[in-house]
């Protein structure tokens, strides 16, 4: 008899969680597994990478709710007596207007201000995973029957008391919490050392033959710029040290460099980092693409990957430019030695601009530098399929 499991995560966007989970859905075994895929946010580009074996849910009746107009909610809640629904969003919608929060805090708010109308699971699963902190992980810990749940982390987990103190209650649920790379493990044994003998290690699965068929099939860039192209992924956010990567690019500009830098990514920085774009006149050097659900061939069409993060889980990005040969300049961060070799498969340099920007220059100036880093990365192990098997024998 097939094991029921149930996934739970914010959405599929482009980030790196939703990546690992997309690859992880693709490798499973389904003659085994009866899979069911709960979203709060439908609508982006990684859905159509689902295996068509697995079942993604309904939207929750709040998730349809708040994707409403707010005049529309109105009408809605007045017409089908909802008043709590609407209450709940607007009691929300408030807070966040008072001030500026964390994400961890956003979760809490979200949670604390909606939980009451959000529908509990009907099913019973064997097993339930919140495939991200804050939401997905409250809403398995409270709402979802499971006989074991285990829940992912990964970003480096610091939260201050009070986030602390309210998370705690939903991490005593979980049989398992499991991070995604070393470090991410011990910055969350650091907040919560009484989860050590609970936790384990997976690491975001990269599926090279998956990634090189996407980056062999999908569309490049589209303009006829034939000198150095240099690529950037993440969110427009402060996690993501985008301050850094624009300083790094006007600096690099001024040594009269033949070069182009690009952005995937969307987020709450997106006017404040065209503003700095123009500030700083590099409107035909730091060109800002959007979001699209196949990266990969605008990865290995770039002569070099840059990644200016303050903190990352794991750093998935890194680790598909690295499997498409793409030489890789990166500051540094929590895991960034998980995977990255200074001087073999890349630069890793301290997070300022001065750094990057040399660091830059030198492999863009140094064309037998950049071969052979590239002949290192042919030679490298490619893609961490085998972390499935850490993943069945956490569920049997």
Same mark, same amino acid.
């Given at each position: 008899?097939?094991?029921?499991?149930?996934? !739970?995560?914010? +959405?599929?966007?482009? @980030?790196?969680?939703?990546?690992?989970?997309?690859? %992880?859905?693709?490798? $499973?075994? /389904? *003659?085994?597994?009866?899979?069911?895929?709960?979203?709060?946010?439908?609508?982006?580009?990684?859905?159509?990478?689902?295996?068509?074996?697995?079942?993604?849910?309904?939207?929750?009746?709040?998730?349809?709710?708040?994707?409403?107009? !707010?005049?529309? +909610?109105?009408?809605? @809640?007045?017409?089908?007596?909802?008043?709590?629904? %609407?209450?709940?969003? $607007?009691? /929300? *919608?408030?807070?966040?207007?008072?001030?500026?929060?964390?994400?961890?805090?956003?979760?809490?708010?979200?949670?604390?201000?909606?939980?009451?109308?959000?529908?509990?699971?009907?099913?019973?699963?064997?097993?339930?995973?919140?495939?991200?902190?804050?939401?997905?992980?409250?809403?398995?810990?409270?709402?979802?029957?499971?006989?074991?749940?285990?829940?992912?982390?990964?970003?480096?987990?610091?939260?201050?008391?009070?986030?602390?103190?309210?998370?705690?209650?939903?991490?005593?649920?979980?049989?398992?919490?499991?991070?995604?790379?070393?470090?991410?493990?011990?910055?969350?044994?650091?907040?919560?050392?009484?989860?050590?003998?609970?936790?384990?290690?997976?690491?975001?699965?990269?599926?090279?033959?998956?990634?090189?068929?996407?980056?062999?099939?999908?569309?490049?860039?589209?303009?006829?710029?034939?000198?150095?192209?240099?690529?950037?992924?993440?969110?427009?956010?402060?996690?993501?040290?985008?301050?850094?990567?624009?300083?790094?690019?006007?600096?690099?500009?001024?040594?009269?460099?033949?070069?182009?830098?690009?952005?995937?990514?969307?987020?709450?920085?997106?006017?404040?980092?065209?503003?700095?774009?123009?500030?700083?006149?590099?409107?035909?050097?730091?060109?800002?693409?959007?979001?699209?659900?196949?990266?990969?061939?605008?990865?290995?069409?770039?002569?070099?990957?840059?990644?200016?993060?303050?903190?990352?889980?794991?750093?998935?990005?890194?680790?598909?430019?690295?499997?498409?040969?793409?030489?890789?300049?990166?500051?540094?961060?929590?895991?960034?030695?998980?995977?990255?070799?200074?001087?073999?498969?890349?630069?890793?340099?301290?997070?300022?601009?001065?750094?990057?920007?040399?660091?830059?220059?030198?492999?863009?100036?140094?064309?037998?530098?950049?071969?052979?880093?590239?002949?290192?990365?042919?030679?490298?192990?490619?893609?961490?399929?085998?972390?499935?098997?850490?993943?069945?024998?956490?569920?049997?």
């Amino acid at each position: 008899m097939k094991k029921s499991l149930l996934f !739970v995560i914010d +959405s599929l966007d482009t @980030a790196g969680a939703e990546k690992s989970l997309v690859s %992880l859905l693709g490798l $499973l075994d /389904y *003659s085994k597994y009866d899979v069911d895929l709960q979203l709060f946010a439908h609508g982006y580009p990684l859905e159509e990478l689902v295996p068509k074996q697995v079942r993604v849910l309904e939207p929750l009746r709040y998730s349809r709710f708040s994707n409403l107009e !707010v005049g529309n +909610s109105m009408l809605y @809640a007045i017409k089908h007596h909802e008043y709590r629904m %609407l209450y709940s969003r $607007l009691v /929300y *919608s408030a807070k966040l207007r008072s001030r500026n929060y964390s994400n961890p805090q956003k979760a809490r708010l979200y949670w604390q201000s909606i939980s009451k109308v959000i529908d509990e699971s009907k099913k019973t699963y064997d097993i339930a995973i919140s495939y991200a902190q804050g939401v997905p992980t409250f809403y398995v810990a409270s709402k979802v029957k499971a006989k074991k749940k285990y829940a992912w982390v990964n970003v480096s987990y610091k939260l201050d008391e009070k986030e602390k103190s309210f998370q705690k209650d939903y991490y005593n649920q979980f049989d398992k919490v499991i991070a995604v790379s070393d470090s991410t493990r011990d910055v969350f044994v650091q907040t919560y050392p009484e989860y050590k003998t609970k936790m384990e290690v997976i690491y975001d699965i990269n599926n090279p033959q998956l990634i090189n068929n996407l980056a062999n099939n999908g569309e490049g860039y589209h303009d006829s710029f034939d000198g150095i192209r240099i690529l950037t992924i993440g969110r427009l956010a402060y996690q993501k040290g985008y301050d850094v990567a624009l300083e790094t690019c006007r600096l690099l500009k001024e040594k009269g460099l033949n070069f182009r830098w690009y952005v995937l990514g969307k987020g709450p920085l997106k006017e404040e980092i065209e503003e700095e774009i123009k500030s700083k006149d590099l409107t035909n050097h730091f060109i800002l693409l959007g979001v699209t659900s196949n990266p990969y061939p605008l990865i290995k069409q770039s002569d070099i990957y840059v990644q200016t993060s303050r903190f990352e889980g794991f750093g998935l990005a890194i680790a598909e430019a690295r499997l498409l040969n793409t030489p890789v300049v990166t500051t540094e961060f929590d895991a960034v030695f998980n995977q990255m070799i200074h001087g073999k498969n890349g630069i890793v340099v301290k997070r300022d601009a001065k750094n990057v920007c040399n660091a830059l220059f030198e492999l863009i100036s140094n064309v037998r530098l950049r071969n052979q880093i590239i002949k290192f990365l042919t030679k490298e192990k490619k893609g961490n399929i085998e972390e499935v098997e850490k993943f069945y024998q956490l569920i049997g």
